[in-house]
């Protein structure tokens, strides 16, 4: 007999069912014949009952939100839809809608490009952030930040000289600290920041993770917030590309070649 054979199999005894369970155990959702609960409450109980925010919020941490909370969550979610086709996740589902999949394949496309560079910069300045309100020496954070690259996340932009998206949330976050829904150090850090360097703006990516950092998402959900909240202009944009009938839409219109290198 080999010594392979002579290992006794896992799950034996009588056990196998309960190993199997195991594998797959999860405290998100409990899905039985008649039932489907989500974090423990009944879906039946939510459905009309909860909103879409409120939902993310139940289902990334267990719990439900107060209502000032949610708006704050809805407010970022809303505020980072869309941005056009100079986005290149919108405007490679848009390309990816010309070329014969479905929508879902388009939208996965787009989400797919959220990366480092284009959708992460949120998660990271969310990282920025904790680091200058842990450190209290703002300065000195962002000095070390820059020696490792020059552009810090969440701040400049390449078409707004002022994101109009900053001022109407970083307003909703210093009412919610003024009224003690939220701590307020990431806002000072991140307004700390923004003097530190200015005239750069905050962006987008600055004032979502202000958000998310004031209501104690961890810097690897923003990114992952950002994805749910684009992928809404995403869809909007393959949809609409969709219904215009060109086949194969490239980058650049057929008129204009690209530069021979």
């Excluded at 056990?15 to 039932?35: F, L, N």
């Excluded at 939100?65 to 589902?93: F, M, N, T, Y």
């Excluded at 600290?177 to 700390?192: K, S």
Aim: proline share 8%; net charge negative; charged share 20%.
């Amino acid at each position: 007999m080999s010594e392979r054979a002579e290992v006794p199999p896992r799950g034996s005894g009588g056990d196998v069912e309960a190993e199997v369970a195991g594998w797959w155990a999860t405290a998100v959702s409990r899905i039985e014949p008649d039932v489907i609960e989500l974090r423990g409450q009944p879906v039946q109980d939510l459905i009309g009952r909860i909103g879409l925010a409120e939902m993310i919020w139940l289902m990334l941490r267990g719990e439900r939100p107060d209502p000032r909370r949610a708006a704050l969550l809805e407010a970022a979610l809303v505020s980072s839809v869309d941005h056009g086709p100079h986005a290149p996740s919108i405007a490679v589902a848009r390309m990816a809608a010309t070329c014969g999949v479905g929508l879902n394949n388009a939208v996965a496309t787009g989400v797919n490009l959220l990366g480092d560079v284009h959708g992460g910069a949120g998660e990271q300045c969310v990282t920025l952030l904790e680091e200058v309100a842990g450190d209290g020496d703002a300065a000195a954070v962002v000095a070390r930040w820059r020696a490792r690259d020059k552009y810090l996340p969440g701040f400049g932009h390449r078409f707004h000289r002022r994101d109009p998206r900053r001022d109407p949330l970083l307003g909703l976050v210093a009412e919610a600290v003024a009224d003690g829904v939220v701590p307020g150090a990431h806002l000072r850090a991140a307004i700390e920041v923004e003097r530190l360097i200015e005239p750069v703006p905050m962006n987008i990516d600055g004032a979502t993770a202000v958000v998310y950092a004031e209501l104690g998402f961890p810097a690897p959900l923003a990114r992952g917030l950002f994805v749910l909240s684009r992928s809404v202009g995403i869809l909007a944009h393959a949809w609409e590309e969709s219904g215009q009938g060109r086949r194969n839409k490239g980058p650049i219109p057929p008129s204009i070649l690209p530069a021979w290198l």
